[in-house]
Nanobody, 127 residues
Framework: QVQLVASGGGSVQAGGSLRLSCAAS????????MGWFRQAPGKEREGVAT??????????YYADSVKGRFTISQDNAKNTLYLQMNSLKPEDTAMYYC??????????????????WGQGTQVTVSS
């Protein structure tokens, strides 16, 4: 069972940047698709970005709301997933979660499609 630990959240002003990290308990490339999700108060959890690292390369997929501002990446040597968030907006304020699923199809950004979850890390963007 994959265990995930998210970190890196904080408070920033609009236009600022943050990088979230998610440490996995085991090597996840080639087997698992990794994703970032977020949940604002009173709203449903939504997918932000997902990545799949395979033998010959990698592929990523983003929600329209973050495309061009957020970058998902993965360091295989450290078993760590990242989310670089630039040009942050107040509407990006949420609890952010990392997650993993067995990668049998692509892409997938619905929370129900993911089996393993880390604890959340809070991101607050002030105007």
């Amino acid at each position: 069972q994959v265990q995930l630990v998210a970190s890196g959240g904080g408070s920033v002003q609009a236009g600022g940047s943050l990088r979230l990290s998610c440490a996995a308990s085991e090597y996840t490339s080639s087997t698992f698709c990794m994703g970032w999700f977020r949940q604002a108060p009173g709203k449903e959890r939504e997918g932000v970005a997902t990545i799949y690292i395979y033998t010959r390369g990698s592929k990523t997929y983003y929600a329209d709301s973050v495309k061009g501002r957020f970058t998902i990446s993965q360091d295989n040597a450290k078993n760590t997933l990242y989310l670089q968030m630039n040009s942050l907006k107040p509407e990006d304020t949420a609890m952010y979660y990392c997650a993993a699923r067995l990668c049998s199809y692509w892409p997938a950004l619905r929370p129900a499609e993911y089996n393993y979850w880390g604890q959340g890390t809070q991101v607050t963007v002030s105007s």
